[in-house]
């Protein structure tokens, strides 16, 4: 069973950048598609970023430019760099995994608790 755990979350001002990090239990990274997604209340939950096991990416056209995905496979990581981040970006972040190539939440079987950025 894939155990994931989100770290890095917290409040920053307006223009400011976080990097968001999700290490596995298990020998995921670089052999499945990692996906970052965020959530407000009352919203669905949105796919953001993707990185595939050969390391190709994938972002939503709302956070382009300004979101990095990247993985380490030897710490069994994979992270989200944020920049330019703006009060729209609070959210509650996850990170999943998929043997599917896809941003879409209903594709992945596996997901984190969680991190919550908050930008002000």
């Known amino acids: 069973h894939v155990q994931l755990v989100e770290s890095g979350g917290g409040s920053v001002q307006v223009g400011g950048s976080l990097r968001l990090s999700c290490v596995a239990s298990v020998d995921t990274i670089g052999r499945y598609c990692m996906g970052w997604f965020r959530q407000i209340p009352d919203k669905e939950r949105e796919g953001i970023a993707g990185i595939e096991s050969d390391g190709s990416t994938s972002y939503a056209d709302s956070v382009k430019g300004r979101l990095t995905i990247s993985q380490d496979n030897a710490k069994n990581a994979v992270y989200l760099h944020m920049s330019s981040l703006q009060p729209e970006d609070t959210a509650m972040y996850y990170c999943?995994?998929?043997?599917?190539?896809?941003?879409?939440?209903?594709?992945?079987?596996?997901w984190g608790r969680g991190t919550q950025v908050t930008v002000s």
């Open positions: 999943a995994t998929s043997k599917l190539w896809s941003l879409e939440s209903s594709d992945f079987p596996y």
